[in-house]
C-alpha cells in the first residue's frame, strides 16, 4: 500500500484519510467528492516500477503500488486481467475491445467492490452496503458472499432477472424498493451513513474509483504502452467515466506513458444527465434531469461523479455523446458479430464509436479502445423484440436444405 | 501439434485421421466413438515438457503438445485458464472449485468449441453446425462470430433465454426446433453428416474431448501438481465426464503425475440416463429413456458418449449418481454464498458432494475438485420459485432499521 491523501474535487482541500470520511462537508456530497492523489513524485523517481513487469492476465492488484487498500480477499486474484481484443471494425483496424464482462460477478464493478470489500476489513467495519442500478449491486454481493461480514443491498425493483438472481443467490439481505434509481439511492445513502456502514457507492466513497481505474492500467499494458486516441466508456452515474481519465493519468503522472486518450463518454439519449451538465459549461454542476432508457445499468437521472466526469473528461479533451435504444439495440446486436456479447450500457462504447464515425469525428488513422462493462447474460429481456423467436419443425428443417 | 491416431472404444480399431472420419463404421455411431491417441511414449521422454512452465491463467493452447489442431483463433487466447479457487465447504477444508462461467461465451463448451473451429479451418471447412441444448451451441456460435465461416445452429424450441439470446447476437443461422434435444439432435447429424458441414457434436466427433479434457490439465498445475482424490462433475452426453478422465490419465501417461482421481459424474435425477448403463454393468450398451429435469444442459436421454463415459468413469474408480431438481436448486443457492453462480447443471457437482458427505462416502481428509460447467447468469429463469421477488417501499425500509 502507498501513502496517500484525499482532495476536494472542488475546493482543492486536502485531508487525511479517516474511516467514515467520504466526501468534503464544506462542498457537499455532490460538489465535495474527493481524489485520492498518492505521492506522484516519489512514485516517478521509483525505478523499481519502470522496472516492474506487468502481466496482461493478473489480477488487478498487481497495480498495488497505485492502490489504497492492503486486506487481500479470496477472490481477488480473478478481478481484473479480463481480455483486451483487437478486431477491424467499422473500417477501423485493431480496434481495442476490452471486455469487462469476465469478471467474477461479469461486469467492471468487481474492480470496485473488491477494493470496498477490502477497505471495511482494513477499518474494520464489518457491514457493507450499497444501492445500484444492478451491477454495483451484484457484484458487492457476490465478492463479499464468502467473508464473514454483511451486505445490505437497495436496488430499484425492476432491475432485470439476471442481477437480481446473483443478489438472493449470494446471500446477501436484499432490498428491492419501489421507486427510481436515484430514489433509492438517496434513501439508503442516508440511511448507510447514519449506521456508520461501509458505503460501496462509487461516486461518494473515493476508494472504488480507484479499483475501477485499473481498467485504463489494464489497457495500456496489453497494448505494449501504446495509449489509444479515444477511448469510449458508457456513463450513468459519472464514476467509471471519471476512473478512466485517472487511470490514463496516473501512469502519465509517474511516467510510464507519455499521454492521455481523450475519453468519450456515452449516455442513453432518453436520459443523458451528465452530457447536459457538460454542454452547460464550467463551473460544472449538479444536475437532476428524469427520462428513461432500456440501458438500466446507465438510466441515471441524478448522478452523483458529475463533477469529477465533467472535469476529468474535459482535461482529457474528450466529450460526451448520446444514443437512443434504438441505436444501443443495434450495437448490442453488430458487436455481438465479433463474438462479444454485452449487456445494452456495456454496448453503447460500439455505438458512440459509430456514430462519431458517422459523423467524420474519427477517421481511419485513429486508435480506439471501447470498454465494454458487462456480460450480455446480465439482462437479456432487453433484447426481447430485437431477436428472432422463430421455431422450425423437423420437417421446415429439412426443407430448407433440400 | 503432435502426431495422433484415432482408435475406436470398442473393437480397438486404428485408424490414420482424415476429413469426415469421426467414428467406426463397424461399430456405429454410438459404440463406435473414438479416441484420439497420441505418442504418450515419446511425449513421456521428452524432457522439454517435463521442464515446461505452466501459466495458471495462460489459455488451453499451453496444452498444445497434447492438442491435435494447427490453426489458432483470436479469441483462443482467453479460452481456459478459468480461476481455480479453494472454499472450506460442507465441512472439508479446501474444496477446489474450477469456475468454467468466465470463459468468453461463460460456459466450459468454449474448450471444445475452439478446438472445432480450429479443426474446421485446419481441414479447410467453411460451416460449422451443432446441436445443442444451449451452451455448446451458444460457445460456437460466439466464437464463430469474427471468423468469415457459417454457423449452422439446431436447438431445441424450449432453450434457455439467455442462451437462445447469445445464439441470435453472434449471427449464426439458428433453427430452433420443435422437440426434445434428442430429436433435434438426430435430425441434425444427419443433415450436416450429409451436407459435410464440419460436426461440432462432442459426442461424435472425437477432436473435441481433446479441448474439454484441458479442464483437467488445468485443475493440476492450478493446484501445483497435486491430484485431488475425487473430482465431481455434471453429466448429460457424457463427454465432459469423459474428457476429465481422459485429461488426468493422459498426464499421467507422460509422467507428470502419478494418480487419476475417482470421477463422479452428477446426473438429474429425472434423466438419469448414463447413470442406468453404468449400472447395468459391462459390456457397457447405448439406452435411451425419456424424462426431464430443469438442468437443461443436462436434460439428454439418449447419451451419445454413453460407452466411454462408463468406461471412464469406471476406469477411474468412480461412479454416478443423481439429484433431484429440489436437490439442484438448493445446490445453486447454497454455491451462491461462496460468491460462485451456477447454472443448474454447473451446480449439481456441488449437490453431489453434499451427497456423498451425508451418505458417509466422503470423508473430511479427502481432496475433491467441483467442476462448475456455465455461468448461473445463462439460465436465471430456473430459479424462479426458489428467489425472493419481494419488493419495499421506502417506509417499509426505514421502519426496519428503526
Not at 492492503?70 to 481484443?85: A, F, Q, R
Not at 451484484?138 to 465478492?143: H, P, R
Not at 428524469?290 to 458529475?306: E, N
Not at 434504438?326 to 458487436?335: F, N, P, V
Request: hydrophobic fraction near 40%; proline fraction near 4%.
Amino acid at each position: 500500500m502507498t501513502t496517500y491523501i484525499l482532495r476536494c474535487i472542488t475546493c482543492k482541500k486536502e485531508f487525511e484519510p479517516k474511516p467514515g470520511l467520504y466526501y468534503c462537508e464544506d462542498c457537499g456530497k455532490i460538489m465535495g467528492t474527493l481524489e485520492v492523489i498518492y505521492d506522484y513524485e516519489s512514485l516517478k523517481a521509483d525505478a523499481s516500477i519502470k522496472e516492474r513487469l506487468f502481466y496482461n492476465k493478473a489480477s488487478m492488484y498487481q497495480f498495488d503500488f497505485l492502490l489504497p487498500t492492503e486486506s487481500k480477499l479470496k477472490l481477488d486474484e480473478y478481478v481484473g486481467g479480463t481480455p483486451l481484443y483487437k478486431f477491424d471494425l467499422l473500417g477501423l483496424k485493431d480496434v481495442l475491445v476490452k471486455y469487462d464482462g469476465s469478471n467474477p460477478s461479469s461486469s467492471y464493478k468487481d474492480r470496485a467492490s473488491s477494493i470496498a470489500i477490502n477497505k471495511a476489513i482494513d477499518e474494520g467495519n464489518e457491514i457493507l452496503f450499497c444501492a445500484s442500478t444492478g451491477n454495483a449491486a451484484s457484484s458487492l454481493a457476490m465478492l463479499n458472499a464468502h467473508t464473514p461480514m454483511k451486505t445490505y443491498i437497495f436496488v430499484p425493483a425492476a432491475i432485470p432477472a439476471g442481477k437480481r438472481a446473483q443478489l438472493e443467490i449470494s446471500g446477501a439481505e436484499v432490498y428491492a424498493v419501489e421507486g427510481t434509481y436515484d430514489e433509492v439511492y438517496d434513501l439508503s445513502l442516508d440511511l448507510g451513513l447514519e449506521k456508520g456502514w461501509y458505503c460501496r457507492h462509487a461516486a461518494i466513497n473515493p476508494y472504488l474509483l480507484e479499483g475501477k481505474k485499473t481498467g485504463a492500467f489494464e489497457i495500456v499494458i496489453q497494448n505494449n504502452f501504446e495509449v489509444p486516441d479515444y477511448v469510449f466508456i458508457g456513463v450513468g452515474d459519472g464514476t467509471v467515466v471519471s476512473s478512466l481519465y485517472k487511470g490514463f493519468w496516473e501512469f502519465k503522472e509517474i511516467g510510464l506513458t507519455d499521454k492521455i486518450p481523450k475519453i468519450i463518454g456515452v449516455q442513453a439519449e432518453g436520459i443523458p444527465a451528465i452530457k447536459e451538465a457538460f454542454e452547460k459549461g464550467k463551473p460544472y454542476k449538479p444536475i437532476s434531469i428524469s427520462g428513461a432508457t432500456l440501458a438500466d445499468s446507465i438510466s441515471v437521472g441524478k448522478p452523483r461523479d458529475v463533477i469529477k466526469a465533467c472535469t476529468y473528461v474535459e482535461a482529457s479533451g474528450g466529450y460526451f455523446i448520446s444514443l437512443n435504444d434504438a441505436e444501443i439495440l443495434d450495437a448490442i446486436k453488430e458487436l455481438g458479430k465479433t463474438g462479444i456479447f454485452a449487456e445494452p450500457a456495456g454496448a453503447v462504447p460500439y455505438g458512440g464509436l459509430k456514430k462519431l464515425i458517422y459523423e467524420g469525428k474519427i477517421t481511419k488513422t485513429d486508435k480506439v479502445c471501447l470498454v465494454i462493462t458487462g456480460n450480455g447474460l446480465k439482462d437479456v429481456k432487453a433484447l426481447e423484440g430485437a431477436i428472432s423467436k422463430t421455431t422450425f419443425t423437423a420437417e421446415e428443417v429439412i426443407e430448407r436444405f433440400e
